[in-house]
């Protein structure tokens, strides 16, 4: 039952996205190891420190995925899901990244309404 692994990559350290790049997983930040439960209360305790400003996010001009450390967790949470289908991820996925370039990084709102969508 309890593994020692990341349960957001399964240990790799490294999540694949829809757009077939891979990123640092968010969940054990690229170590493979849980590090804290998930699906638990996203508050916590410590600042933010992964929270990009708007003007680094924009900087980054990369490819259409998000850039911030909830979007990508989000992101990661839509495109693990099997219960969506990959037009609807690709399109929760531009949400994300829209809204993070509008607002600089993703609200506690934006990110309940999300999951809401994924999680019925
Ligand atoms: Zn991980």
Known sequence: MESQ???VCGGDGQIANSFGS???CPGCHGTGRRTEPTGMRDVTKTKP???RTAKEVAAAK???VPTTFEGVKLANEVTANAALTDAVK?????EIVEH????GSCTQTFLKKV?????P
């Open 5 to 7: 692994s990341c349960g």
């Open 22 to 24: 891979t990123t640092r």
């Open 49 to 51: 420190s992964h929270q």
């Open 62 to 64: 990369g490819p259409q």
């Open 90 to 94: 690709a399109k929760i996925v531009r």
């Open 100 to 103: 993070e370039s509008s607002h």
């Open 115 to 119: 999951r809401k969508q994924v999680r």
